[in-house]
């Protein structure tokens, strides 16, 4: 006998709606079956060698934009501080923010460094 009516059980019936958002099972609609498992595991991503390849391609051709726009906008400075008379100022320029860049750089290593080694004799 079936019946129809709002005290029938429909729990054993997943090949049904689970109906409103809300409905049996919460929001997520509880009789839904994730391919995660029940470890929690992510699922496998294939991605084609294709793909690959072309973002190293892209990853490459932007690199090589910045370096030479990077290239074009010190020779344009170099060639007008010539022009004007004070390329011994820009040369100067850019060897002191190439020197303070490998001093900073050189710090924060240093500090970096030493405190993976005093993480490392803590454990």
């Known amino acids: 006998m079936t019946s129809d009516g709002p005290d029938s059980d429909d ?13 049996r099972g ?22 084609g060698r294709g793909w690959i390849v072309l973002g190293v391609i892209a990853l490459i051709a932007v690199i090589l934009m910045t370096i ?20 011994n100022v820009f040369w100067t320029r850019l060897g002191s923010q190439l020197l303070f860049f490998g001093v900073g750089a050189g710090v924060a290593f240093a500090v970096l460094w030493l405190n993976l080694w005093i993480a490392g004799k803590a454990i």
């Open 11 to 23: 729990s054993d019936r997943e090949d049904e709606p689970a109906g409103p958002i809300f409905g």
């Open 26 to 47: 919460g929001f997520r609609g509880g009789s839904r079956r994730y391919s995660g498992g029940p470890t929690g595991e992510m699922p496998e991503i294939h991605i």
């Open 68 to 87: 030479f726009a990077m290239t074009v906008g010190l020779a344009t400075d170099a060639i007008w501080f010539q022009s004007i008379g004070f390329g």
